[in-house]
């Protein structure tokens, strides 16, 4: 079983529409990245989380830790959004860091 | 906001010959780089972590003389892919973590390599 497990894999959506893209994961961390990635690769940090409730723009994060689980959402969905959102966690183990990443939700937004 | 660049941006190469990345952090210090690999459809996988002045640190599986990383600076990280082969083909990403901030990442572009 990974670690960090996405939800829904793929999306399409209708330009305006609500989205909302979840990661659960299954093991104690520091902190969350939600990250996007366009076609050409290039990776964009979005969010990072430790706890609570992060809003930029239309992108709004959630995490609860308890329940070992995080939510990205966008609201007004653009053509513009359409990319590869992924949930990564950061683990702590022996004194050094590593992120572990989701397979990622491949957002699709139709006009 | 904090940008890495990668360059170049794509390399195309025989195979065994060797290929250098670099990653830099542009307008901040970055103690620790971070080299990822993706295969198409995969997730990232983290094949080393760089720190500045010190030998990487590899995770296993990923050959520590095949995957030659420098970290000469504060910011700026190479990775050079020796004696490359076909299956060395892919996109790979670097990221820098801020002096400040030990949690956050910032991601370079990536690097597409295919040999040839």
């Known amino acids: 079983k990974n670690e960090v497990e996405q939800s829904p894999q793929n999306l399409t959506a209708q330009e305006g529409e609500f989205i909302t893209i979840n990661c659960s994961y299954s093991v104690g961390i520091s902190a969350l990245h939600w990250l996007q990635q366009h076609p050409g690769g290039g990776i964009v940090s979005l969010f990072m989380l430790s706890s609570g409730k992060k809003k930029h723009g239309r992108l709004i994060a959630t995490i609860n830790i308890q329940e070992k689980h995080s939510s990205l959402h966008i609201t007004a969905s653009h053509p513009r959004d359409s990319a590869v959102y992924i949930c990564?966690?950061?683990?702590?183990?022996?004194?050094?860091?590593?992120?572990?990443f989701g397979k990622g939700t491949k957002l699709t937004v139709n006009p | 906001g904090a940008v890495v660049s990668q360059h170049p941006s794509r390399v195309i190469c025989k195979s065994g010959t060797s290929v250098k990345i670099e990653c830099r952090s542009l307008d901040f210090q970055a103690t620790t780089m971070f080299w990822y690999r993706q295969f198409p459809k995969k997730s990232l996988m983290l094949m080393a972590t760089s720190n500045e002045g010190s030998k990487a640190t590899y995770e296993q599986g990923v050959e520590k003389d095949k995957f030659l990383i420098n970290h000469a600076s504060l910011t700026l990280s190479t990775l050079t892919v020796t004696s490359a082969h076909p299956e060395d083909s892919s996109f790979y990403i670097c990221?820098?973590?801020?002096?400040?901030?030990?949690?956050?990442?910032?991601f370079g572009p990536g690097t597409r390599l295919t040999v040839l």
């Open positions: 990221s820098a973590r801020p002096l400040e901030v030990y949690n956050e990442q910032f």
């Open positions: 990564a966690v950061l683990l702590t183990q022996g004194g050094s860091e590593k992120l572990v």
